[in-house]
């Protein structure tokens, strides 16, 4: 073999080597994004059957109804999962955090069931693939787009803060003009978070270089984003296009 032989041999190699880096690098990024919306997919069902649910049982919506204190405990609990798997990610297995998301869900549906007792079925069912609609186009152009969206995810972030408040706020004063306005504002905060949080799953996963278990929980807690933009954007169109049952 002579010398141009040989650098061709070394070249050739030297490309085989960075394609099959490549693909194991695209199977990889394939299959987290795939958790990702599985997981998203999962939760979502179970909250919708558990809200369904309790819905159906008079006796454990009068439970709920009749007792402030177990009311309150639900959404308490919602949050503190919320913050705990957040905060405590890292330290915590991926089969402790599945289960925690998959809690969390469980308690989400509990709370949501009110839902039926205030919107006719038709109207849910309508939303719902309103939200469906309106959360795949917006989490597509979030994948593809070439922008850098961070500057926008930071100002709906204090957007969101501000929205809190707000409702927090009209807790007090209860204005259904206000309660109408935080509905259409809230809508175009969750339907920009979308694009925002599957740009920065996207750009997490990529960096990922295997399915390991830190890059699952990465995945994981990218399904918790995109759910709980998911549910929000679903009951603030809810608020909007509901039809009451009165």
């Known amino acids: 073999m002579d010398l141009q032989q040989f650098e061709r041999s070394i070249r050739e190699d030297a490309t085989s080597s960075v394609r099959q880096q490549e693909i194991v690098s695209t199977n990889t990024f394939s299959a987290l994004m795939r958790k990702v919306y599985t997981w998203m997919a999962l939760a979502l069902t179970i909250t919708g059957f558990t809200a369904y649910y309790v ?29 705990g798997v957040s905060a405590a990610i890292n330290r915590l297995s991926l089969t402790t955090a599945t289960l925690l998301f998959i809690l ?42 070439k922008a850098d969206l961070s500057k926008m995810g930071q100002i709906l972030f204090m957007a969101l803060i501000g929205l809190i408040i707000a409702t927090i706020v009209n807790l007090f004063i209860k204005s259904s003009g206000l309660t109408m306005i935080l509905s259409y504002v809230g809508v175009l905060i969750f339907v920009g978070l979308t694009a925002w949080d599957t740009q920065k799953i996207k750009q997490m996963l990529q960096a990922a270089p295997d399915t390991g278990e830190t890059a699952q929980k990465v995945a994981l807690m990218g399904a918790l984003s995109l759910y709980l933009d998911f549910i929000n954007l679903f009951l603030y169109l809810l608020r909007i296009f509901g039809n009451s049952r009165d």
């Open 104 to 145: 969390y869900s469980v308690l989400n549906g509990v709370t949501m069931s009110f839902i039926f007792l205030a919107y006719t079925m038709t109207s849910i069912a309508s939303v719902f693939f309103i939200t469906a609609g309106t959360f795949a186009a917006m989490s597509l152009y979030g994948y593809f787009t």
């Open 55 to 83: 819905a159906s049982s008079p006796a454990i919506l009068q439970a709920i109804m009749t007792n402030q204190i177990l009311f309150f405990g639900l959404l308490i609990g919602e949050l503190a999962l919320v913050w």
